[in-house]
């Protein structure tokens, strides 16, 4: 089967996370176990797939993703707001882009 | 009232003959302030535990003493101030976690973690609180959850857990004998937690549930101070209990909840007694001693160095010292090591007490876990393991802040991924 993503190094600091397929249960899991154990930032890379595939999972990442710029694909921004409370000290910044080059542009400057 | 009143009376109405026994007991040693991790990692004076309640200690004199009262009226004392209650807030919702490590070292068995308790009640009573961690505690009287879990918040997360880890949760079974409680923090932060305790005590045939009523373990009326609040929290879990049936609530990874729960409730509220209150981490000991569930040995035991962080209210208070010890023995005899100081000694995380709720508290939440840092380098492990999310939450911020090379879980998390099919 498939995995549903790939992790590559994008450069020093910046991880690309590719969608490439639906997601399995254990590919959630091992997402959540690389969430909490990575502290760089991520290129949420979505082409190919529709926002609707991967929004209730992004929604339910969304708490313990890290520093992340999505791009690929139009999602719904409302799965990126979180609710307003002092765990907002501890939750990373999670933005769209329309295009790749402005994601990276972004990221880097995190 | 002033502000000024509402503290004094709260502080006069704190200051029964226990208490006023205990403040003249002591001779101003000075060995608490060398137990406080916030004084050590910083060396300001005004971080000493006997420092921190001396508000309290000034009404009881004033109010109670002759001596108190004279000294005012000749100059040699002076009353509490509003700017008093502001700067005393500053230190005891900032650089106090009531990890009562004071107490433990007191020659003179002075209870200080219950006096700093007291200061908050005052401090609480004037509403002299960060207005962040006053924030959450609004949002869990409004919503039931200080971290901002609706009830639908609580409804699709678990349901994602149970679906994604494929794992049974159970909810609102009247009958079964167990009520877990989770705390937010596990819920939106550490959802493997949520799904490793459920697939433990599925493992071991245990019949429980959770409750949508009592959705929330976490107790911000406790970091508070104020007994209304604390109470109201405490009732929301013990009618979720109630209503269900159950025989026992088991508290998971929250250790200022579980104090409240399994020590204060039993003080204040009659019903609280008709259950049994434990922590996860008695459970989990009592399941693998037990032989309910079996573990693989040595499954961790190629990880590098693992150690343990003791939490203040879990192991010192609790009580749960062996346990996570003796399933530690199992899973990595040859890669646990103990960090030192350890277990009833060890030092506080930094972030209890509601201190990481408080924006303007990081650099000294930051400053004590320095010394986390050199225990945890001291025995060279690259995994600490706990059994408390609000420790864990601190332990993960600070790993990425100190840009740490450390892999931080739970316990739970642990017994989890070594269970035997």
Not at chain 2, 237 to 256: D, N, Y
Request: net charge negative.
């Amino acid at each position: 089967m498939t995995p549903s993503f790939m992790l590559l190094p994008v450069e020093k600091g910046i991880m690309r996370c590719r969608h490439t397929g639906p997601f399995s249960h254990e590919d959630v899991q091992a997402l959540a176990t690389f969430f909490s154990n990575y502290h760089g930032k991520l290129l949420i890379d979505l082409t190919g797939s529709t926002g609707e595939e991967c929004a209730q999972n992004i929604k339910q990442f969304r708490p313990i993703m890290p520093t992340a710029a999505i791009f690929g694909t139009q999602i719904d921004l409302s799965i990126l707001e979180l609710p307003e409370s002092y765990y907002l000290h501890f939750a990373h910044d999670v933005r769209y882009f329309e295009t790749e080059d402005e994601a990276l542009a972004w990221l880097r400057d995190q | 009232m002033t502000a000024t009143d509402n503290a004094i009376h709260a502080f006069v109405h704190e200051t029964g003959g226990w208490v006023a026994a205990q403040l003249e007991a002591c001779t101003r040693c000075g060995m608490c302030a060398e137990a406080c991790h916030f004084y050590q990692a910083t060396g300001n004076p005004e971080y000493a535990p006997v420092w921190k309640m001396e508000l309290l200690r000034r009404a009881y004199e004033q109010r109670f003493t002759l001596v108190g009262g004279l000294k005012v009226s000749i100059g040699l004392d002076k009353r509490v101030t509003d700017a008093d209650l502001s700067h005393w807030s500053d230190l005891n919702y900032h650089a106090c976690t009531v990890c009562n490590k004071c107490s433990m070292v007191c020659p003179m068995g002075i209870d200080l973690g219950s006096l700093l308790h007291g200061m908050r009640a005052g401090l609480a009573a004037a509403e002299v609180i960060p207005a962040d961690l006053m924030a959450a505690v609004e949002k869990q009287v409004k919503e039931g959850s200080p971290l901002g879990m609706t009830d639908s918040v609580w409804d699709e997360r678990l349901e994602w857990v149970a679906d994604e880890w494929e794992v049974e949760i159970p909810r609102d079974v009247k009958g079964a004998d167990t009520m877990v409680v989770f705390s937010s923090i596990e819920v939106m932060k550490f959802p493997t937690n949520v799904a490793a305790i459920a697939k433990v005590l599925n493992k071991a045939g245990e019949k429980w549930t959770v409750s949508s009523k009592a959705r929330e373990i976490v107790n911000f009326g406790f970091y508070q101070g104020s007994e209304e609040n604390t109470k109201l929290f405490l009732n929301r879990v013990l009618e979720g209990a109630k209503e269900l049936g159950v025989k026992r609530i088991v508290v998971t990874e929250c250790g200022h909840a579980y104090d409240a729960l399994r020590w204060h409730a039993a003080n204040w509220i009659t019903e609280a007694n008709d259950f049994e209150v434990i922590h996860i981490t008695g459970v989990l000991g009592e399941l693998v001693g037990s032989g309910r569930i079996k573990l693989k040995p040595g499954f961790f035991n190629n990880d590098g160095t693992i150690t343990f962080h003791d939490a203040c209210k879990i192991q010192r208070k609790g009580g749960h010292v062996q346990e996570p010890r003796d399933i530690l023995k199992v899973l990595a005899p040859d890669a646990f090591k103990e960090m030192t100081p350890n277990r009833e000694e060890s030092v506080c995380c930094g972030g209890g007490g509601g201190v990481i709720a408080v924006k303007a508290a990081d650099p000294v939440r930051y400053a004590a876990f320095e010394l986390k840092i050199d225990q945890v380098n001291a025995v060279g492990a690259k995994t600490v393991t706990m059994t408390c999310s609000n420790c864990r939450l601190q332990y993960t911020d600070s790993v990425e802040h100190f840009k740490l090379d450390w892999k931080v879980t739970g316990l739970a998390q642990m017994v989890a991924d070594a269970l035997m099919e």
